[in-house]
């Protein structure tokens, strides 16, 4: 069973909605899965992606559990928000990583392919997370039409655990899947914010990633970050991310700091004690 994520178009309609990166959950389906405690990260990288690409991603999980103290927001007082759901605390643990740069299932992946590759690395049982990422040259079903990642258990049985998917949309829709990174496909054309990591396609997978994993983890009737699409800072409104932080020398938008000196741009979480969208900043 899995959850997709698109835009609703009814808020298009209504509010000239921008391209929001972890669109707004339109077709809900009963949770099947409850993850808490120590939960292991399993990484699938279908196609290529730099060494540098796939590190920005593996330090933003690392540096959700993260005790490190920085001067400023922090991925890990991001996700902390979690612990306010029923399930209670989630550690996230890199665990196995697989890389397909030959795309032993070709460049066109329907949905049924996703749970497939998910089922190639097995570890850590009922308590982890395999995340499918695909390369910016992989058409997945759905993606840019009306979903720009999703998640879902790996098979009928809990006990397997959960899976993840996520797409590249550099090249395909970065103004659908990217925003705020990338010009809207819909609604007023503002200039788009900078990349905190020099990268719109993979900076617009952390914001899809970090949707998808607080959903995964929290599960509860209204998903944790769906109800807050398109916020990243105070003062949000449709077609404004928010005010967020800039960094003095790259002019690079973002609103979390991370392991490694990284810098990224997190969406806001639902508050289920305040019953309001939590921003960072």
């Known amino acids: 069973m899995a959850y ?13 909605t921008v391209g929001f990166s972890s669109a707004a959950l339109v ?11 120590n939960i292991t990260l399993n990484l699938i990288w279908y196609g290529k992606f730099t060494p540098i690409q796939r590190s920005v991603i593996v330090d ?23 612990e306010k759901y029923k399930q209670g605390v989630s550690t996230l643990v890199v665990g196995k990583q697989l890389l397909l740069e030959n795309y032993p299932l070709g460049k066109s992946l329907k949905s049924p392919y996703l749970r497939t590759l998910s089922s190639k690395l097995n570890g850590g049982g ?27 258990s790996k098979s009928r049985s809990v006990n397997s655990g959960a899976y993840v998917w996520v ?18 496909i819909y609604g007023p054309q503002t200039p788009p914010l900078v990349a905190p ?15 998808l994993l607080v959903n995964t983890v929290t599960n509860p009737s209204q998903e944790a970050v769906s109800a807050c699409t398109g916020i990243f800072g105070s003062g949000a409104y449709p077609g404004y991310a928010g005010r967020v932080l800039v960094d003095k020398t790259s002019g690079a938008s973002y609103n979390a700091l991370g392991l490694a000196g990284r810098k990224y741009l ?16």
């Not at 809900?28 to 808490?36: F, I, M, R």
């Not at 559990?65 to 991925?75: E, Q, W």
């Not at 949309?169 to 809207?184: I, K, L, N, V």
């Not at 990268?199 to 990633?209: K, R, S, T």
Request: aromatic share 8%; hydrophobic share 40%; with cysteine.
């Open 60 to 82: 933003f999980i690392r540096s959700i559990s993260s005790v490190a103290a920085a001067k400023g927001p922090t991925v890990a007082s991001w996700w902390k928000t979690t």
């Open 4 to 16: 997709n994520y698109r835009f609703a178009i009814l808020l298009v309609l209504l509010s000239a």
């Open 27 to 37: 077709q809900k389906k009963p949770p099947v899965l409850t993850l808490k405690g």
């Open 126 to 152: 009922a308590r982890s997370i395999t995340v499918v990422l695909t390369a910016k040259d992989v058409a997945v079903e759905g993606l840019c039409m009306n979903r720009c990642g999703t998640h879902g």
């Open 266 to 281: 997190l969406p806001a979480l639902w508050d289920p004690q305040t019953s309001t969208c939590k921003t960072l900043v």
């Open 197 to 211: 990591n020099g990268d719109v396609g993979v900076d617009g997978m952390i914001i899809n990633l970090a949707t």
């Open 167 to 184: 797409g590249n949309s550099e090249t395909q829709c970065p103004g659908y899947c990217a925003w705020p990174f990338h010009q809207p």
